[in-house]
């Protein structure tokens, strides 16, 4: 086995628009900023170890259009191995972004080249889930594709950590095989929405009976709290001016697995995360927000 993280995910190319506010049905208005910044939550999460300065694979799919040229781009400047990512035919990945001045956003995402990650493309790279350490996942592409990848982990023994981001449920027998699932509380109601559980507690009781061996609950500027069979324990924000939140959950998912892979403990690797994540506020945009290993250490002095 060798210490890499493998991230099998999505990329998207951000188009993000400021504007004073919303425009109604039918209303064309003026904004006042456009940036195209590279996202997708495989790819932030990936560029996010890889800036840390971790051993990462990406394995995704992305257009042969402009988009896609940067989007590849991005990973390899931040040092992330993008020989498996697939040239498919038609749009990369798209998400249409729009942040209003009092801070709220709305958000649109073609999935475009995402949806071309099937499970006979996972199949290919077995032996990649194989021989890496950890398998960090997202819900942006096929459910059958995570859930393949998930199973293909399991039986090889690598760690799996999944970010249930964008939330759908899960099918059951998937939980069992999940070492750490790093849900919002957003996403926590909406993977057991089947099940009649209404209390935060019988909610991440639900999941480790299903076989959750760890949940991580992140809860923006209030922290994350890491729970196992008889455990609790929460670990607070660290206080930052925020700029915009985009990819907080994202640098947080990619730092927590770097921590693991440097071989930190949990509790450091959480409170590593914390930091990055922190840091990941205080920028606009996705990728455009991680910071580097540098910035990190300056800032936890
Ligand atoms: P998501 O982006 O998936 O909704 P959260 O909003 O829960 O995720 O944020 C993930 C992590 O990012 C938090 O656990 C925390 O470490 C960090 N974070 C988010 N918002 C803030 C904030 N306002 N101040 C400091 N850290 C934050």
């Given at each position: 086995m060798s210490n890499d993280i493998l991230v099998i995910g999505s990329m998207n190319m951000d188009l993000v628009v400021q504007t004073p506010r919303a425009p109604k049905k039918g209303e064309t208005i003026m904004g006042n900023k456009f940036s195209q910044i590279p996202g997708g939550k495989g790819a932030n999460q990936a560029l996010a170890a890889g800036k840390l300065g971790g051993e990462v694979n990406f394995i995704g799919c992305c257009g042969q259009d402009a988009f896609g040229d940067e989007l590849l781009e991005s990973l390899k400047t931040g040092g992330?191995?993008?020989?498996?990512?697939l040239r498919v035919e038609g749009s990369s990945g798209v998400a249409n972004i729009t942040i209003e001045d009092d801070g709220d956003n709305r958000i649109i995402v073609v999935a475009g080249a995402n949806s071309k990650v099937t499970p006979e493309v996972i199949e290919s790279f077995k032996a990649k889930i194989k021989a890496a350490k950890i398998l960090l996942l997202q819900l942006e592409i096929p459910l059958e594709s995570v859930s393949k990848a998930i199973e293909f982990a399991n039986k090889y023994d690598t760690t799996v950590i999944l970010?249930?981001?964008?939330?759908v449920k899960l099918p059951e027998e998937l939980y069992s095989m999940i070492d750490y699932l790093l849900p919002n509380e957003g996403e926590l109601d909406l993977l057991l929405e089947d099940y009649e559980v209404n209390t935060l507690q019988k909610k991440i009781e639900l999941l480790l009976d299903l076989g959750v061996k760890r949940i991580l609950l992140t809860q923006g500027g209030d922290g994350v709290t890491l729970y196992s069979k008889g455990k609790e324990e929460s670990y607070a924000a660290l206080k930052v001016e925020v700029v915009d939140t985009t990819a907080a959950g994202d640098s947080f998912a990619g730092a927590f697995a770097y921590g693991l892979q440097r071989g930190f403990d949990e509790a450091e690797a959480i409170r590593y995360a914390n930091s990055v994540a922190a840091l990941a506020v205080t920028k606009l945009g996705a990728q455009s927000s991680l910071p580097t290993k540098e910035e990190v250490d300056k800032f936890q002095k």
């Open positions: 992330v191995n993008i020989d498996d990512v970010d249930p981001a964008p939330a």
